[in-house]
């Protein structure tokens, strides 16, 4: 059977060539239409163009038509079309109906030319005699697509990143809180069992000044007992004797009820109380002898300080209290307890009485006692004459625990 294809692509030629040497308005609006176009011969097996505008030529950089009218359809895809591209023009030139795709073709230099591809089948007689094709250059359009997808990729890795670091960190985060919980129920445990161990040891510190108190109190006990068959020169030295040991009772008798740490003493409660007790045991009148304590910082001390420094007050007091106001004497004793410079403290007895022998002065034990308790508290002890000649001053200068702690 002969091949008509050649022929009917001369004949096809012919009728455009015949379209154009007529011109008319139809002709000049298609050659000086912005949009580009091609016209193929649907009697050829290749589907051969038989016509083209200028705007297709410049869109795909061609210069003259006799570049392309002739070629095969796919030459309008470019020298390296892709597979998927060739396969859809074939499909879209197969069909009777018009069809729209978006394309990649590739211009005479290379470039690559994005399209949105118009196929419209032309019939004659009930027979597709051509193909009537039109393009609209969409390259700005994907290059912005793609552009916005590439972002949007990079913005998804970003995120994905970012979002993959978040969980390292809330995990890493979740471990650092589990570590803190089981930290802080080992603290709080550990903490629970201190302060049973607290407790238990203030247990013990209470048992053992209370025992000391008792012990302290049979020792009293036992004194009083020989004093009260002793010649007299000698009850006075067990009565004295019998003073000092209750006084260091006192001190016990208040770090077992009378202090919430057993481990330290209100020194200022302390001396009033001591202050009290002895009056009422050597003023037979009440009033006779006015006590006053005073103190100008608070002293809250452990053991070690306050029974050296009650001892010196009894010592000073009971001194004071047989000594300064005979014959039924009215006065004053005053202690008062205050801070000096350079991190140090002053205890003073001072009363308005007839004043020390200076023969009491040099032998008494009881001075010879206040000394060696100064001493022992780090600190030094005075003995001097009041205001006038009147009255004894019984001072003891010692470091102040706060800076000694220090």
Known sequence: M???SHDNEMSAGRNIASLKEQGGAFVEAVESSRMPMVVTDA????HSIIYVNRSFLTLLGYECVAEVVGQDYLFVAGRHVEPEVQRRIEAALASRTSSTDDLLFHAKDGRQVWVSQLIEPM???GRIMRHFSSFYDITERVRREQALQQEKETLERRVATRTKRLQQAKEKLEKEVERRRRTEATLRDALAQGQEDLRFRDFLVREVNHRTKNALQLAVSLLSVQASHAAPETRDALEIASGRLRRIGEVHDLLTYQSEAPESVDFPV?????SQQMAE?????????????KAEEDATWGPDLVVPLGL??????TNALRYAFPNDRKGQVRMVLRSLDGGLMCLCIEDDGVGMPGTRRAGSLGLQLIDMFANQIGGKATLESGSGGKGTIVAVTFPDPRYSLG
């Open 312 to 317: 010196i007050a009894g010592e000073a007091l």
């Open 281 to 293: 045991s050597l003023v037979a009148e009440p009033g006779r002898i006015r006590l006053e304590v």
């Open 123 to 125: 019939e004659e007689d």
């Open 43 to 46: 009697n050829t097996a290749r």
């Open 270 to 274: 302390y001396l009033q109380r001591l």
């Open 2 to 4: 002969p091949d008509h």
